[in-house]
């Protein structure tokens, strides 16, 4: 019986596509493994086995599957319940879920490939240029049009090809090629003849007459332990040459003479992020002890518990304990973070403890690696502790046992851009209940939904209130910066008080922290004449001066622009730079304090692994004395010498147009003081603000996260906001301004007679077009008791009628479930 596969594709499609398998397929596939498949004309693509059945579609013509890639499962049932419900979750297709899950490496390419025809008989002779690639292709038998273009020396070599094609002459293949190559290293070995010792002994003794040849024979026999029970240890060709001063000639003469032999070797390249000593655990002091008893307690009752520890209480100690009890166990555990830069420091902290059961998994390491961590969760000796960001929780794990969510409110955890749109807190409690797993949300400024649902009983709560060593929490002194403008008494961003802070501390040989969460050297320039501003040509955004590269970028689409020579408005000649950027800081505090080391940390100095590693194992170590940064500073790093720390600006946060707000400033605020006097002394911040009266400076002020909570809580109440709605945007982009709001107002009236007043605008949010993309927000209001699930349905189907309609077809409609 015919047999066929449903597959789902890493393309934004509904739904699976089916397949047919070729009849000399004996071994089914199972569900979980990789298989290529034509897709459209020409194209070829990887997809993941669904189901295999024996249903033949109806109404289109079956194609059949290309290639198996895999004898086992790449995916496993659980993740395959992920993938449904983040699509189902959050409205988008299981192919976008595909495509974000999937390393790079375990996709393949198409590329297009022409194939040379050795049966061709050509009935005329063929023009002079089709027959040169005849000529090429007869060579090499096939070729990418890329390389053909090259040895051809022909530019628009297309319609030749064609010609080609028409003619029978050749072919077009699709190529398929792994990105994916395993790593691999050279090393030597003796060859099967030569492994006998009366051999070796006559032969060495042969090789009095060439010195270098003997001593590298000896060498090479000393490296791999022959004379020991151990033997054979594998010897690096690299090694092997420098720790017997040889050259590659004598090697060479060796290999000839059958004695050694050369080698490839697959190396994984996760080893070298580990250390193989293990250090024991660190005791817990009483309060410590006293929260961990607590989360055991809790997750007898509760699968979900929230740890509300505030800054410097040990929190990282308590996952410790736990992960070790969780191993002990047989099982694994995720471990997830919201920023790269916090996976250097902690990496340490945990490698000292579990050394190579420990595997890391984020973004910034190449994709070959990411392909072996995802392999190795596969294999028998996978990892019991993964550390990683959001994209952590795609990989497969076979006996998950605890999820740990480190700074849980961070809203890094959201995924913005592209689909699935999804939270990987939420996600991440989702997963733990597929395997039974439970899950530890930490933090010193909850999320006020995870607080809510805490307090409501829905999730566990232990609280740590006291610091590790009962070190003080900061004083946080709050500095009117408005009156000192009226007073000119501000230099450039810092108040005298902060500059006398800093002074004092730089004399105490201890370190500061400043903070401003801008990037670049300043947010906009102005004309000094007529007050025009440079704004991005593809977005409604001013553009942020660089100083570094000495040109403006657009943050929202990258384009960069040179700085223009005069006004385009008024032609005058003065281009002033408006507010401060990171950068802007970096060059004030050089001047201010001349010969003291500063670093700074933001999207544009940390853009690689090593540079996020270097900039905080400078600061760890005392080389740097200021670090200036944006929120990525204030996400849990542990910095022992800090004694103060400088919010520049915190009016931004607070008056920015967004529900969150309030609550966000306050995180922030708390989270970056949290930084200053971790040991021994209590640290120093100081808040420069021009809201003196705002009560969320007052609160950071008293660190009452309570009563934060409590106010916030009461506002959305009020308001219809989480926690006590649920929020989805809907988003719909065109390059047409006109047709994209004739669509947003058709499209909200339809929804509202649906909804009623649970449906506001639609409006333009803070940015209107992005990407040469105008943008239309509706925002849908739902009672937390509804049914979420037919409010989608509804959402859908309203989309579906909209699409429908001919002048609708090239508009972009996507959603935000849960937006941040």
């Not at 419900?85 to 409205?91: I, K, M, N, Q």
């Not at 060579?139 to 090259?150: A, M, P």
């Not at 740890?307 to 009890?325: D, F, N, P, R």
Request: with cysteine.
């Amino acid at each position: 019986m015919k047999k066929y596969v449903d597959v789902i594709l890493p393309l934004p499609l509904p739904g699976c596509f089916t397949y047919a398998l070729p009849d000399e397929v004996t071994n089914l596939p199972l569900p979980g493994v990789r298989v290529v498949v034509p897709f459209g004309k020409k194209k070829y693509y990887t997809g993941i086995v669904r189901n295999v059945h024996s249903n033949a579609p109806e109404g289109y013509e079956i194609k059949e599957v290309f290639s198996i890639l895999d004898e086992q499962p790449i995916l496993l049932p659980q993740q395959f319940k992920l993938w449904e419900w983040l699509s189902d979750y959050y409205l988008c297709t299981q192919g976008d879920v595909c495509k974000a899950a999937l390393p790079s490496g375990l996709k393949l390419e198409s590329e297009t490939v022409v194939v040379y025809n050795p049966d061709f008989e050509a009935d005329e002779v063929l023009p002079e240029k089709e027959q040169k690639i005849l000529d090429l292709l007869s060579r090499e038998e096939e070729l990418t049009i890329t390389k053909l273009e090259k040895q051809s020396g022909y530019k628009h070599i297309l319609p030749l090809v064609k010609s080609l094609l028409n003619k029978e002459a050749l072919f077009v293949k699709e190529e398929l090629r792994k990105s994916y190559k395993p790593k691999t290293e050279t090393k030597v070995r003796l060859a099967e003849k030569a492994t006998s010792p009366m051999f070796l002994k006559i032969f060495i003794d042969a090789l009095k007459r060439a010195p270098k040849q003997q001593e590298l024979l000896l060498k090479y026999l000393e490296l791999s332990n022959y004379a020991e029970a151990t033997y054979p240890k594998e010897v690096l060709k690299k090694e092997l040459l420098k720790s017997a001063s040889a050259t590659q000639a004598a090697l060479n003469v060796l290999v000839e003479k059958n004695v050694l032999e050369v080698y490839q070797s697959e190396v994984g390249r996760l080893e070298k992020h580990l250390e193989n000593h293990v250090t024991s655990l660190n005791p817990l002091n009483r309060n410590q002890q006293c929260a961990h008893d607590e989360i055991v307690c809790s997750f007898e009752k509760k699968n979900v518990c929230l740890l509300h520890g505030v800054t410097s209480s040990g929190k990282t100690e308590i996952y410790i304990h736990l992960i070790e009890e969780a191993i002990r166990q047989k099982k694994q555990v995720l471990y997830l973070l919201p920023e790269i830069a916090l996976t250097t420091q902690i990496t340490e902290r945990l490698k000292r403890v579990f050394s190579a059961k420990l595997g890391i998994y984020h973004s910034k390491f190449p994709d070959a690696e990411r392909v072996e961590i995802w392999q190795k969760q596969l294999s028998d000796d996978s990892y019991a502790v993964i550390l990683g960001v959001r994209s952590s929780i795609f990989l497969p794990f076979k006996n998950l046992g605890l999820v740990i969510v480190d700074e849980e409110h961070e809203n890094t955890y959201k995924q913005q851009d592209p689909a699935p749109r999804y939270h990987a807190r939420n996600a991440a409690i989702v997963l733990a209940s597929f395997y039974g797993a439970k899950t530890l949300l930490g933090t010193a400024t909850p999320s006020v939904e995870s607080y809510y649902n805490a307090i409501h009983g829905k999730y566990g709560l232990v609280e740590l209130k006291e610091r590790y060593q009962d070190i003080k929490l900061p004083e946080v002194v709050p500095v009117d910066i408005k009156e000192l403008r009226r007073k000119r008494r501000i230099v450039g961003a810092f108040s005298p008080y902060l500059l006398k802070q800093m002074r004092e501390a730089l004399e105490r040989q201890e370190q500061i922290i400043l903070f401003q969460n801008r990037r670049g050297f300043a947010p906009m320039m102005e004309c000094k004449t007529c007050g025009w501003v440079p704004k991005c040509q593809h977005c409604d955004v001013s553009l942020t001066y660089h100083k570094e590269l000495n040109q403006m970028t657009c943050h929202y689409c990258g384009a960069a622009y040179q700085l223009p020579k005069a006004c385009p408005a008024c032609e005058g000649t003065e281009l002033r730079s408006k507010g401060y950027g990171t950068e802007k800081i970096e060059d004030e505090v050089k001047e201010l304090f001349p010969g003291v080391t500063v670093a700074r940390m933001d999207l544009d100095t940390t853009r690689s692994r090593v540079a996020y590693e270097k900039i905080i194992a400078d600061f760890e170590s005392g080389k740097t004395k200021i670090l200036i940064g944006t929120q990525m500073i204030s996400k849990g790093l542990d910095f022992d010498n800090v004694s103060v720390v400088g919010i520049l600006d915190s009016d931004t946060m607070l008056n920015y147009p967004d529900f969150r707000s309030h609550e966000r400033a306050y995180q922030l605020m708390a989270q970056v003081s949290g930084r200053a006097g971790r040991k021994n002394k209590q640290g120093l911040v100081v808040l420069q603000t021009r809201s003196m009266e705002h009560a969320i400076i007052h609160q950071v002020m008293t660190n009452d996260y309570e009563q934060m909570a409590e106010h916030e809580l009461a506002e959305r109440q009020l308001f219809k906001y989480p926690p006590f709605y649920r929020l989805i945007y809907v988003y719909l982009k065109s390059r047409n301004a006109e047709l994209v709001n004739q669509m947003a107002y058709e499209m909200a009236a339809r929804l509202q007679a649906i909804f009623n007043n649970r449906i506001l605008g639609p409006d333009k949010p803070p940015v209107a077009r992005v990407q040469t993309l105008h943008i239309r927000k509706i925002m849908v209001k739902i009672e937390s008791e509804a049914s979420v699930a037919n409010a989608k349905e509804l959402l859908r189907r309203v989309q579906q009628e909209m699409l429908c309609q001919e002048q609708y077809k090239s508009m972009i409609v996507y959603y935000d479930v849960d937006p941040m």
